[in-house]
């Protein structure tokens, strides 16, 4: 019996500033991060104490809290949302981790929240910038000229899975993923007789497993800091993924996942086809429309990334039939649309537009190139390709596209609005968010798996949270309804 | 909230009844002219909507690495 998974996804946004002055990104995306608050409103500090990111899966060395962390070092924006987000600047990009959340729809929603947050945080950052500047704001991976910046999804699991189970039996699943994952780019990093490629990412990889993120990065990361007790559990960092805007994207990159790290979990995959070499493989599948191009397998042969996304989508099919616990509707409908992508893919990949990211900007292009006669290497070409990224409802033009019907969703407008400022309401982001939406001025800091609070009447309080899936509103809804303040909360807690 | 390219390709191989799939040509056909549509009046509009001095942006548009 598998257990409970949670989920959540980081994004780095690209951001650009257009106006009379030049202004540098750290600065700029500082300012976005910034601007995000009402007036006179503190922000909510990043609580860093459990951080320990070089802390190395493979190691087996059990992370011990209390290592610090580098990043408010240049005093740069980091703040908490009431959403249970964390907003911050990484990397010279502006960042929006989603809070936890309990299944794939949930994630959805909380990651849309994120691109609203992102467009109202550039317009408010460029008020404050000399007359005529704009802030732009991508959802995307890469420039185009050799830089890359990360989506990365983050899954709880049990400590006690394997971690070179997990590497084995997930490698040949991210080479294939890309078919619904990716989200399209022009050109490539490798091969100048590339001209559109299923991914944006895929490229920028050059190993199968390691720890780093920014250089030679690999398929599989081996990152060890479970923001949750490092006993019982272990994150699974995956950073080889795009940032989606196709909701359907969004939800078949987390579902699958969820319910194959299941099965994993429970053992229940057995002979995984090995790939001879998954790196090379993961590129050729980015470069290739068809999902037909030969991926040699380690035991001779060869086989396809729609074979092997079949394989997986069988076996997880057998595994939901044989366990012993009922699929909730959103597994149910993660496998439907799962099958369905693969249906239309097995027919022509392209027939995915209008659910999935690089196919539907695919059309696109191709389209305004028609028109024009244009090649791939046109810049006008290139901006219509950075412009599907952007994420203003009235100008970016995969929102444009939205607006028309010519895209699915899967949510609607006023959950994801509500999302910008609520919390899901079964993790721990529930508290963490409630908590700071109720006594802002009270919370000092908070963490994943912490809250720092100040009574006034003693010395700060840690409040730990070790639980991702403790803090509901179910099981303290009722709790922070009694009480006005944090004093009086931690009297409760302490019981 | 859309039929955007979606519903026709739903869970074909399920139905064991063929003609549930067979009688919505029409439907699709439809479809697949508002489809045709929805992306040819966006491309209508789409110089409008890009940015302005398109190819100097997309030449000036530089990220610096992240993760």
Known sequence: MSSRKFVGVETEYGIAVDGPSPVNPVLASSMVVGAYRAAGQEDVRWDHTDESPQRDARSGVVPAPGEPMIDDELGLANTVLTNGARFYVDHAHPEYATPECANARDLVVWDRAGELILADAAERAAASLPAGSRVLIHKNNTDGKGAAYGTHENYLLPRSVPFGRLTRQLLPFFVSRPLYTGAGRIGSELDRGVGFQLTQRADFFEVEVGLETTLKRPLMNTRDEPHADPNRYRRLHVINGDANLCEVATFLKVGTMLLLLDAIEDDALSAVPVLAEPVAAFHAVSHDLTGRVDLPLEAGGSITPLALQRWYLDAVLRYVKDRDQALEPVEEEVLTRWEAVLDTAEEDPRHLAGQVDWATKLELLEGYRQRHGLGWDSDRVKMVDLQYHDVRPDRGLYHRLAARGRVERLVDNAEVAAAVHSPPEDTRAWFRGECIRRFRSQVVAAGWDALVLDTGRDNLQRVPMMEPGRGTRAQVGGLLDAVDDVAALLDRLRG | ?67
């Open chain 2, 1 to 67: 909230m859309s039929d955007g390219g979606q519903s026709q390709r739903r869970s074909g191989e399920q139905s064991p009844d063929a003609a549930v799939e067979q009688t919505p040509v029409e439907g699709e056909d439809a479809r697949a002219r508002d489809v045709v549509d929805d992306v040819d009046e966006l491309l209508d509009e789409i110089d409008d909507v890009l940015e302005e001095n398109a190819e100097e942006f997309v030449r000036g548009y530089v990220q610096k690495g992240g993760q």
